[in-house]
């Protein structure tokens, strides 16, 4: 058995399309009238963001506390890139530059509050944190 898809919910479709698709490279699938769309990423995982309309409320979406999605990154230095694409984009919100979080090194930021993690794998940090790109 393998997980199949997640659904997100946001308030705004079109602003999340663009994040996973320019930032994060995920290839829209299909986008239903800005009201849902689904995304599939290189390695086959679906993504589907479900327009809060949808449930028949206005306001942003709350998630639970600590709920996020993550990415990871082959190193410190890809972390860092990321993050400077990102520091200036208008649609998220970023607490902290990158740093050493846990065990790992990384940066969270904030789509509507939708919690998003870019870290190195913590799983092989100690090998990769310091290599080139």
């Known amino acids: 058995m393998s997980i199949n898809h997640i659904n997100l919910v946001v308030k705004n479709v079109d602003k999340a399309v663009n994040l996973l698709t320019d930032i994060f490279k995920f290839n829209l699938m299909v986008n239903r009238n800005s009201k849902m ?5 290189n390695n ?17 979406p709350q998630y639970p506390k600590n709920f996020h999605i993550g990415f990871y990154q ?14 200036n984009n208008d649609e998220l919100k970023i607490d902290a530059a990158p740093k050493k979080i846990r065990n790992t090194f990384g940066f969270y930021c904030y789509f509507e509050n939708l919690m998003i993690e870019i870290s190195v794998n913590p799983f092989n940090y100690e090998q990769a944190a310091h290599e080139d790109v």
């Open 44 to 60: 086959n995982f679906v993504l589907v963001i479900w327009g809060q309309e949808l449930n028949k409320e206005k306001d942003v």
């Open 37 to 41: 769309a689904v995304l599939k990423d």
């Open 74 to 87: 082959d190193n410190e230095i890809a972390v860092q890139n990321i993050f400077e694409l990102l520091k």
